[in-house]
Structures are given as structure tokens and as C-alpha cells.
């Protein structure tokens, strides 16, 4: 699949502060591309340089084969972005806001309408934004991105102040979107559990690195298989199973088994099952643990000394 | 470039600067009004209006500037609008010229206003007390000649002005630099380096001291330097990253 976005290297320094270091993503085209980090990772610095709003001191930023630093204008013309402060004018409605973006961007004033469809604000489009709750200021951020349809959609942080049932509509939205009108999604967030739910493919960023990218179900298939099972006395058999596998953990849900890369799930639980029967402990449930992206993403960052300031949502 | 200027103009529209425009010529309005009403004998219309002129040059020009360029600035600081404007495909330089043309537009129309109500309030005052009426007829063109040099003098101030405005997301800077460069150029309007302050360069045009005449227009029209700080104040802008 050819890239809507390609990053080479990409580093920048603030002084003697590194905060992105040698960045090379590739977000395919009709992706939609979960980019997790904690806060101050680097998230935002390097969707600034995508968007061309910060210089790389090292490294390229390429939008469908453009330069953004040789072609900026028309690299930015494929670009629509919803960006942490909206820079919405309070004293405008949300209409006389998105009609600033049309003029600006040169497209016909029935795109302000069309937008506003999509984003179901027709019915507020003619209120002061200074009036508007942040999740509606969101929406609006939205709808102005897509204004002119550009075929990439650089998203920070989309879900931020939505209640749940908007945030619930944004995932819906912007699941579909890659399909309805073939763009290319990429989308900043701490938000693990939301970005599982949308994300067809995700690169993590640690210190302002990438410390992992690939397509989500393939990084999750990469994982070794875990059993989850609960027992009537966990701790006894925590140290019957300590025999047959690596060390179990315990965690809220019961005794966590991690088994070797390419094991069986299904045969080891019923080896783990049997040892434990024959022990004379009760099994209560055993099988399979789902693997989340929140596994990897504690895997790709556990060389991290810092506690992790990210949400599983 | 039409585009860009008619999006800050509907900005600036839905603003507080047609109140801003109208408060500096107001206030002279109103000073004119009550000058010429207390009055004891008849004063020359050319005199009347350079003084209107006068007032309008040595304070409330660049204290307006200030507050026209700061207000011009946060239209965009505020709201953080600038992430959102420089990462449009439209060239960044004709955002901060849009904002330099409509600075530049708004002083003449300030300045125009100022000789409209100036005269409005002293034929007003003329009116309620006949015998202050001037002798002789306004000569019109000398007027806007000399208000048309004090607009060109007024460039320099205005580019620096319009920079530490867009520079700083906070007013206070613009806000100190324009209360500051006005105070000095007040109080010390025949010191001999003031002629250098471009906060007084506008005021220097009715000087009787022709060297001052003379070295603010050979700076500001001749030199050319307050367009051409105009022009780097866009330039400069237009490169530098907004973090």
C-alpha cells in the first residue's frame, strides 16, 4: 500500500532538549493510524512538522510523495487538521468560522453546510462559539478539517472533552471514514482502549522515539499467548504452575500464565487445567487471555523508567 | 491575497475596532468642541484644524496604534488561531501583509475621521457661539497634505508596533513599548533626538523648526523606512516558527 504519510528521520531539538529523535513512520494510504504516546512523548511536536508548523532539524516529512519543507502549499493542501487549541473566533458563530476556513481555502461556501452535516451541527452552526462545549468545539474542529475533502486528516487528540456517547459517535465516524471517503486518518491519543477501537494500524513513540508501528492486528498476533485462569486458592496454585510455565502473575481478574511464542493456547490450558485438578484445587474458569494494545504498548515501553501517564480507557 | 484580506476584515468587522476607530477622533472631537466654545476671539480655520491635527499627531495617533495593533494581534493570540492559519496552503507572508495593510488602512481613516468630527465639533461649537466663527475659508488641500505626511511619518512606529503585537502572544509588551514611546515623545517633543523616535516622527510635521520637518520626511518618505520596515516585520514573521 503506497504511503499517505512517510516521515525519514525526523528529528527536533528545542536547544539542548531532544523531542523527537530520528522518527521514520510510514501511515499507509485509507489507514487509520493510532499515534500513542504519553504526554510530552513527542506526539504533538511530530504532527507539527507534519503539518509543516515546525522545521525538522533532521529528517523529511513527505505527504503523498510531497516535501512538506520544499512543497508546503501543496503538501498542505492534501492536509486537514484538528489541532489540540482549535483557534476557533468566539465572537463568530460556528458557520461564520468555518466560512473564514472556505474563503481562505478557496472552496465553495456550500462545503461549510456539507461539513456541518457530517459533523450533525447544522442545528448549532449559527451560535456564537464562545457559547459551545468543548466537545461541540471538537465537532466543529472536525468539520473544518474536512472542509475541501483533503485526502489526509491529521487528528490531535479527537475524542478530548467528548462525553461518552461522543465519543462513542467520533469512533463510529472515524472508523468509517477511510471507507466513506477514502482518507487517510491519523490521530494522536493516550487514549489506548479508543485508539484499539478505531485504529487499523499504530506507532507508539516513547522520549521521542518510535518505539513501535505496525498493523494492529498483526502486532497483537505477534504476541506470545496468555491463560487466564481462577482457582480457589490462587497463591498454591501459583506455585504448582511455577512448574510448568514461567511465573504466574496475579492480577484483578486471576493468575496470569505467560506461555513461550508459538505455544498452544488451547493444549497448554488443558495441561494447566489437569495439573491443577490432580492437585486437588477447584478451576473456576481457565482459557485464553484476549490480548490488547495495551499489552504492547507496556511491552514496547517497559525499558521506560518513568511510570507511564497513559489512560487504558 | 484579495481572499486573506477579506477574511481579516470580517474578523476585524466582528471586533471591538469600529469602536477603537471611532474613540481616538471622538476624543479630539470632543477637545475641538469645547476649545473652540470657550474661546475669547476667532481663530483661523487652518490654525483650528492643525491644531486638531496637532493633538490628533502628538498622542492619540500612536497611543490608537498601540491599541489598534495589539488588538489587531489578539484577534489571533487569543483564540491560539496561529497553528490553524500557517498550517492552511496559503503562502503564511499574506496573513501578517493583510494585517499590516488593514493597521495602515485603519490610521488614515482614523486620521480622516479625526478632520471630519474636528471640524463637525467646531462648526458645531461655531454654531452656539457665532462670534468665535473663523475669518477666513479652510484651505482643504494644505490640510490633507500635511495630514497625508503625518501618516507616511506615522509607517516606522506602526511596523514596530505591529511586530511587538503579532511577536508576543501577550499585549503587554506592544502595550508598554507604545505607552512608553508615546510618553517620551509627550514630554520631551524638543529634545533633539526625539526626531529620531518614530513615535514622534508624525508630531515632528508641525514643527517650526524645519530641520525636524525635514529629517522625519527624508526618513519616512524619502528613506522610505517606514515601508520598508513594514515589509520586514512580514517578512521576519512569516519565516519565524510560533511555538
Given at each position: 500500500m503506497p504511503a499517505a504519510i512517510e516521515t525519514e528521520g525526523l528529528t527536533r531539538s528545542f536547544d539542548a532538549f531532544l523531542a523527537v529523535d530520528g522518527v521514520s513512520m510510514t501511515v499507509p494510504e485509507r489507514a487509520v493510524y493510532g499515534f500513542l504516546g504519553?504526554?510530552?512523548?513527542?506526539?504533538?511536536?511530530?504532527?507539527?512538522?507534519?503539518?509543516?508548523?515546525?522545521?525538522?532539524?533532521?529528517?523529511?516529512?513527505?505527504?503523498?510523495?510531497?516535501?512538506?519543507?520544499?512543497?508546503?502549499?501543496?503538501?498542505?493542501?492534501?492536509?486537514?487538521?484538528?489541532?489540540?487549541?482549535?483557534?476557533?473566533?468566539?465572537?463568530?458563530?460556528?458557520?461564520?468560522?468555518?466560512?473564514?476556513?472556505?474563503?481562505?481555502?478557496?472552496?465553495?461556501?456550500?462545503?461549510?453546510?456539507?461539513?456541518?452535516?457530517?459533523?450533525?451541527?447544522?442545528?448549532?452552526?449559527?451560535?456564537?462559539?464562545?457559547?459551545?462545549?468543548?466537545?461541540?468545539?471538537?465537532?466543529?474542529?472536525?468539520?473544518?478539517?474536512?472542509?475541501?475533502?483533503?485526502?489526509?486528516?491529521?487528528?490531535?487528540?479527537?475524542?478530548?472533552?467528548?462525553?461518552?456517547?461522543?465519543?462513542?459517535?467520533?469512533?463510529?465516524?472515524?472508523?468509517?471514514?477511510?471507507?466513506?471517503?477514502?482518507?487517510?486518518?491519523?490521530?494522536?491519543?493516550?487514549?489506548?482502549?479508543?485508539?484499539?477501537?478505531?485504529?487499523?494500524?499504530?506507532?507508539?513513540?516513547?522520549?521521542?522515539?518510535?518505539?513501535?508501528?505496525?498493523?494492529?492486528?498483526?502486532?497483537?498476533?505477534?504476541?506470545?499467548?496468555?491463560?487466564?485462569?481462577?482457582?480457589?486458592?490462587?497463591?498454591?496454585?501459583?506455585?504448582?504452575?511455577?512448574?510448568?510455565?514461567?511465573?504466574?502473575?496475579?492480577?484483578?481478574?486471576?493468575?496470569?500464565?505467560?506461555?513461550?511464542?508459538?505455544?498452544?493456547?488451547?493444549?497448554?490450558?488443558?495441561?494447566?487445567?489437569?495439573?491443577?485438578?490432580?492437585?486437588?484445587?477447584?478451576?473456576?474458569?481457565?482459557?485464553?487471555?484476549?490480548?490488547?494494545?495495551?499489552?504492547?504498548?507496556?511491552?514496547?515501553?517497559?525499558?521506560?523508567?518513568?511510570?507511564?501517564?497513559?489512560?487504558?480507557? | 491575497m484579495l481572499a486573506v484580506l477579506s477574511v481579516e476584515l470580517r474578523k476585524l468587522n466582528r471586533s471591538l475596532a469600529p469602536v477603537l476607530v471611532l474613540a481616538g477622533p471622538g476624543l479630539v472631537a470632543l477637545l475641538t468642541f469645547f476649545i473652540v466654545l470657550n474661546g475669547r476671539r476667532a481663530t483661523p480655520w487652518d490654525r483650528l484644524m492643525e491644531g486638531v491635527s496637532g493633538v490628533w499627531a502628538v498622542f492619540l495617533l500612536p497611543m490608537s496604534v498601540t491599541a489598534l495593533t495589539a488588538l489587531v494581534a489578539q484577534i489571533e493570540h487569543g483564540p491560539r488561531a496561529w497553528d490553524h492559519l500557517r498550517a492552511l496552503p496559503v503562502p503564511r507572508w499574506r496573513f501578517y501583509a493583510a494585517k499590516a495593510i488593514c493597521a495602515v488602512a485603519l490610521v488614515v481613516i482614523m486620521t480622516a475621521l479625526t478632520l471630519l468630527l474636528g471640524w463637525a465639533s467646531a462648526a458645531a461649537a461655531i454654531t452656539l457661539k457665532p462670534a468665535v466663527a473663523p475669518p477666513a475659508a479652510l484651505d482643504l488641500s494644505k490640510l490633507l497634505l500635511l495630514n497625508g505626511k503625518v501618516v507616511i511619518a506615522a509607517l516606522l512606529l506602526i511596523a514596530i508596533q505591529l511586530w511587538t503585537a503579532l511577536r508576543f502572544s501577550s499585549f503587554v509588551p506592544a502595550l508598554a513599548l507604545g505607552i512608553g514611546g508615546t510618553f517620551f515623545s509627550v514630554m520631551a517633543t524638543r529634545a533633539k533626538a526625539g526626531v529620531f523616535s518614530p513615535w514622534q516622527m508624525p508630531f515632528n510635521m508641525f514643527s517650526p523648526e524645519a530641520w525636524r520637518v525635514d529629517t522625519a520626511l527624508a526618513l519616512a518618505l524619502g528613506g522610505g523606512l517606514g515601508a520598508m520596515a513594514l515589509v520586514a516585520v512580514v517578512l521576519h514573521l512569516a519565516r519565524r516558527e510560533v511555538l
Open positions: 504519553r504526554n510530552g512523548a513527542g506526539k504533538t511536536t511530530t504532527l507539527k512538522m507534519v503539518l509543516g508548523l515546525l522545521r525538522p532539524t533532521a529528517g523529511a516529512v513527505r505527504i503523498h510523495g510531497l516535501d512538506v519543507a520544499r512543497e508546503r502549499i501543496a503538501a498542505a493542501r492534501k492536509i486537514g487538521a484538528l489541532l489540540e487549541a482549535h483557534g476557533f473566533y468566539a465572537n463568530l458563530t460556528g458557520a461564520q468560522n468555518l466560512s473564514l476556513t472556505a474563503t481562505l481555502l478557496g472552496v465553495p461556501a456550500t462545503e461549510v453546510d456539507r461539513v456541518l452535516e457530517v459533523v450533525e451541527m447544522r442545528a448549532d452552526a449559527g451560535r456564537r462559539v464562545g457559547g459551545y462545549s468543548l466537545g461541540m468545539r471538537q465537532r466543529l474542529g472536525l468539520a473544518r478539517a474536512m472542509l475541501g475533502a483533503p485526502p489526509v486528516l491529521v487528528l490531535d487528540e479527537p475524542t478530548n472533552g467528548l462525553d461518552p456517547d461522543g465519543i462513542a459517535d467520533m469512533r463510529q465516524f472515524l472508523k468509517r471514514l477511510p471507507e466513506r471517503a477514502g482518507a487517510t486518518v491519523l490521530l494522536s491519543s493516550h487514549l489506548l482502549g479508543e485508539i484499539e477501537q478505531i485504529a487499523s494500524h499504530v506507532g507508539v513513540v516513547s522520549d521521542g522515539r518510535l518505539v513501535l508501528e505496525g498493523e494492529l492486528s498483526r502486532l497483537k498476533a505477534g504476541l506470545a499467548p496468555e491463560i487466564l485462569l481462577r482457582t480457589d486458592d490462587d497463591r498454591r496454585a501459583a506455585g504448582l504452575l511455577a512448574q510448568h510455565a514461567p511465573a504466574p502473575v496475579a492480577t484483578e481478574a486471576g493468575l496470569v500464565v505467560a506461555l513461550r511464542p508459538g505455544a498452544d493456547p488451547d493444549q497448554s490450558a488443558a495441561t494447566l487445567n489437569r495439573a491443577l485438578v490432580q492437585a486437588g484445587l477447584a478451576v473456576f474458569a481457565i482459557g485464553p487471555r484476549a490480548r490488547s494494545l495495551e499489552d504492547i504498548y507496556r511491552q514496547v515501553t517497559v525499558s521506560d523508567q518513568r511510570q507511564p501517564q497513559i489512560e487504558a480507557a | -
